[in-house]
């Protein structure tokens, strides 16, 4: 089951179903199921709270996974900052809607164990993103 959640900011605008039915594409893509997954939607200021409590980072981000998984299903908590969601999207040059649909599938990436802080290993998380997000028209309806 995927959940979405939000803590002091408004619920994104989402189809949960097709958003959710994505994911467990993209999962079963790298031959995983979707087990128990949360997102929380939150501000910078809890995201850097998380961060510090949970990570030890002293620093703003736009996601974070926990990562639950057991074998080849993919569970866990993914906490998201839309302020920075939002930011970057500015930074980046892209839509907030492109942005926030990678970050949101940034973190099932992890779950499914792809890595980015490595040597080479950013460039495929990108790859994975990308790919991922091609994938999404297929399950969006309307």
């Known amino acids: 089951m995927i959940s979405y959640n939000a803590e002091g900011v408004r619920m994104p605008k989402l189809r949960k179903r097709d958003t959710s039915a994505w994911i467990k594409a993209v999962a079963a893509d790298y031959g995983r199921t979707v087990g128990e997954v949360g997102y929380m939607f939150v501000d910078d200021e ?11 980072h002293d620093y703003y981000t736009d996601v974070i ?12 908590d993914i906490v998201i900052s839309l302020d920075t969601v939002r930011s970057n999207a500015e930074l980046f040059g892209k839509s907030y809607d492109e942005e ?31 790919k991922a997000l091609a994938m999404r028209a297929t399950y969006m309806k309307g």
């Open 65 to 76: 996974t926990f990562d639950y998984d057991e074998d080849n299903v993919v569970s866990g």
């Open 100 to 130: 926030f649909y990678r970050v949101l599938i940034h973190g099932i990436l992890h779950l499914c164990g792809i890595n980015d802080k490595g040597p080479g290993e950013r460039e495929v998380m990108e790859a994975a993103e990308n």
């Open 46 to 56: 809890k995201i850097l709270e998380v961060n510090r409590e949970y990570l030890g």
